[in-house]
């Protein structure tokens, strides 16, 4: 299907948004030049160092029975325009608002608890709020246990806290594959690095409970290996790494998305200023779930060490009618496209960041062009505009 559609004021409202931030950029350039004229025998903390460290309420690591007492939490919002061929969207989301406490005890257990008290501009209340709600074991950096609610961490872009994404979202790619950050899993995980290597397995609950799971459901399993070539290639960081993830088909499995093998291939290269992210992932459709392969390219460069430039594509394919749906954010919220599905979706997506306090707080902005084609006669491809800004604050 063809579709045709503009960008009116969208695109003069991006453009005004990134012109703004350079010249922030040059005053955070400016204010560290000039420290760094200074004597650099012993770096003072900033302000924000001594803000952010009053979230550690204890710490002692010569106490045998408890070493440190520490709250976290994160406050994201976002601002967005959805200009699409099916109608339009505008306005503000409340996009995550949470707090958690973290306990170390007895040399090598940790205690982890954290409520969602917002999300998607809808109040939580109760046990459906929980996220995080697990114990962990680890004396070496090589073997970490951790038993409770927890999430998988599956996809480059799953891989990552939502606190320290390069995009102001994940893109279609992890919203149609990986696990999604609400459906945090009853299971056990087990993970490690030694030297280059990395690892991570574990078995879950297929059962989508906002508390803790019943076990009424089926099963579903996530491993991952990775091999950072850094020495190899002379470069900062140069990650590969293929992960799978097995669900048992169950028709209860709604905590996983509906692919009974999905394997992924990823690739993380720093280089000085230049940065790149890349996933090639297929999937085999369970029941009416046509099979789906795609990709993402993301690549990067630091402007200054404040501001940087992101920019993205992406590409999905079903073998069948219907495998693809609509970007969750923002393209499905439009009333013209809500649940539309297709069979080949793409994208471009262009951005900047800008880092006040690194990745704790930071501004981002970004417009991307997509279309969704559907080859079925139910007409529900499209095409759209879409201009979002976030704040993302984390401590």
Known sequence: MKTTSSAPTLLRTALAAAALLPFLSFAGTTESASKAVQPAAVKEKSEFDRLWSLATLYKDPSNPYVQEVRIFGRLHGNWADEETSKGDWEGFEARRVRAGLAVKFLDGFELKGEYRFITSNEPVVGLPGLTDANISWSIDPRFKITVGKQLPPFTDEGLISSNELLTVERSNVANTFWLGEDNYATGVSISGVAGPWEYYTGAFSGELNKAFSRFESGYYYVTGIGYDFKKQLNFDRALFRIDYVHNDGDPGNDAVKPFSNTVDLDVVLRKGRYGLNATVIGGSGIGAQPDVWGLDIMPTFAITKK???????????????????????????????????????????????????????KLQTGVEYSILDDSSSKDTGFNAWSFVSGVRFSF
């Open 307 to 361: 501001l940087e430039f992101v920019a993205r594509y992406t590409f999905l394919d079903s073998a069948g009618p219907g495998g693809i749906k609509a970007e969750r954010r923002y393209e499905n919220v439009v009333p013209g496209i809500t649940g539309a599905r297709g069979d080949r979706y793409q994208a471009i997506y262009a951005g900047m960041n800008y880092y006040i306090y690194g990745h704790k707080l």
